[in-house]
């Protein structure tokens, strides 16, 4: 259904933009998802599969460029409007809309280096694809480090040793080492904008990021991930065996590591509340749908009172998920260095809330809730694996928390 906005001040170009991304959410990206949802993970990136139609599509309306500046060929739109497209997206699917912008990952992150060189050799090409034959992939979580990978100022992140190693050989790096099952994108991506240790003396501060060509020697990959949810994204292993890239590939080195997974993590953390919302607004949608038309005890479900309360509760959440999120982005896409914690806020509490949203859809649908003819199903198991993407929300709360305990005024007792 169409969904009121509270913002009264969108602009014409605003509301033709979310009604753009509603109706490709609707005719495109629900239809493709469904199908994708019900193959296995290697049918889901076959050459015959309809994800890769999905994929022309979204790069010729220019989706794929969503984040970048419309200097160097992006889509150029405010915070607000990046956040309408995303909710709008996910609403359609919540792992193609994250599909759709994690091609874009490295790209958009070598624009925030202002690195003339690597923008030019990679980011204009990307810009000007309209077919979707360049895709980017976010290769940081390692077979042994997820969510601690971003565990900055606990007294570990100086001792760990990484999975993936970074050695100069003059004017070279050689890369080896393994990206683990859960790379967004990971089989099919062009390239790779890869996280690795290059100092080891300083555990994950001697840290670094680069951009990676896949076709490189060297370079290969395994299967695309089963997993219970939001299997219309594809995931997987990248394997790294003395690939050799030029030294100027390595656009963050250690001394620069943390600003720059700080800038990562916010912008990552703000794309999964702005998702996660869209998420928890379709639930609220099938509920309501349902309600209105399923009869219990001689009338329709809606108009049972614990009914009413329940859907209230659910559309609560979603106008309480996009203020959050909204309000988040607007501040971390237009400040440098970000407030990390505020995407970490809306990052975990959207997630939660659109969990709970997908939960009581169920509840809300019975027995029909629990079946692949109703898209709630399919909702929930997509809500549950946000609770760990991107860092599961009790690593990130922990961080907001030592955020808040180093940055914060510690009260009248703090003499």
């Known amino acids: 259904m169409k969904y009121f906005d509270i913002n009264l001040n969108l602009s014409e170009d605003d509301i033709a933009l979310k009604e753009a991304a509603r109706q490709f959410a609707e005719e495109v990206m629900r239809p493709v998802a469904k199908q994708l949802d019900r193959m296995s993970a290697e049918e889901a990136v076959a050459p015959d599969s309809p994800l890769w139609s999905f994929l022309k599509k979204a790069y010729s309306l220019g989706y794929h460029t969503l984040l970048l500046p419309e200097y160097y060929g992006g889509l150029g739109l405010s915070p607000l409007q990046v956040h309408m497209v995303f909710e709008e997206l996910a609403w359609g699917s919540f792992g193609l809309a994250l599909l759709t912008t994690v091609v874009c990952f490295p790209f958009y992150c070598i624009c925030l280096t202002n690195n003339d060189e690597l923008i030019e050799k990679f980011v204009k090409p990307y810009c000007d694809c309209k077919d979707g034959s360049i895709r980017g992939c976010w290769a940081i979580t390692e077979p042994e480090h997820g969510s601690d990978v ?47 240790q290059i100092d080891p003396s300083k555990g994950f501060y001697g840290n670094g990021v680069c951009i990676v060509p896949l076709d490189l020697p060297g370079v290969s990959k395994g299967k ?75 009338r329709p479900l809606i108009e049972h009172y614990t009914t009413k309360q329940r859907v209230f509760d659910m559309f609560a959440r979603v106008e309480t998920a996009r203020a959050i999120s909204r309000a988040a982005m607007n501040l971390n896409l237009n400040i440098s260095p970000p407030h990390v914690e505020y995407s970490l806020v809306a990052k975990t509490q959207c997630t939660e809330m659109a969990f709970q949203n997908t939960h009581d859809a169920i509840q809300l649908l019975g ?49």
């Not at 656009?251 to 869209?278: R, T």
């Open 150 to 196: 971003i565990a900055v100022g606990e007294d570990y992140f100086s001792k760990m040793k990484g999975n993936m190693r970074a050695r100069l050989d003059g004017d070279e790096y050689v890369l080896n080492g393994q990206k683990s099952a859960w790379v967004s994108g990971g089989t099919i991506a062009t390239h790779a904008m890869l996280h690795l």
């Open 224 to 298: 695309a991930l089963e997993k219970i949810g939001q299997r219309d994204l594809n995931q997987g292993e990248i394997y790294f065996d003395d690939v050799r890239i030029p030294k100027d590939y390595m656009f963050v080195e250690p001394d620069f590591y943390v600003p720059i997974l700080d800038i990562i993590l916010a912008s990552a953390n703000l794309c999964m509340a702005s998702w996660s919302v869209g998420l928890a607004r379709a639930a609220f949608d099938e509920a309501l749908n349902y309600c209105k038309e399923r009869v219990q005890g001689g």
């Open 367 to 415: 027995a029909n809730g629990l079946t692949k003819e109703y898209l709630t199903e399919k909702l929930f198991r997509d809500a549950r694996a946000t609770l760990i993407e991107d860092g599961n929300n009790e690593t990130l709360s922990r961080h907001g928390g030592h955020i808040l305990m180093e940055t914060y005024p510690r009260g009248p007792l703090d003499f």
